[in-house]
């Protein structure tokens, strides 16, 4: 686990995602609620914070890789060679 000082606020995860606060603390509500897609968090009294590996986690967990439809693929090649 983080030392105390390295948590990160909702603010901070929020510029970190580059989306509202509010969407931060709906992903921890998820979370809280068992939903594997949430945010976890660390609960300090009524604040949440948040672990900056688990947000690094998150991140990559939901990362998505973009192709280009036009870029020929490896199967496209693939068959051109065999003709």
Do not use: C, N, Y
């Not at 510029?15 to 603390?25: D, M």
């Not at 300090?44 to 890789?65: C, D, I, M, S, Y």
Request: glycine content about 4%.
């Amino acid at each position: 686990m983080a030392e105390i000082d390295e948590l990160l606020t909702p603010d901070e995860v929020a510029a970190i995602l580059r989306v509202p606060k509010e969407s931060v603390l709906r992903l921890a509500k998820r979370a809280a609620d068992g939903d594997p897609s949430g945010l976890p968090f660390v609960k300090l009294g009524r604040w949440k914070r948040f672990e900056p590996a688990e947000v690094e986690a998150f991140k990559q967990r939901h990362r998505t890789v973009v192709v280009d439809p036009m870029a020929p693929s490896k199967a496209s090649a693939s068959r051109k060679r065999r003709t």
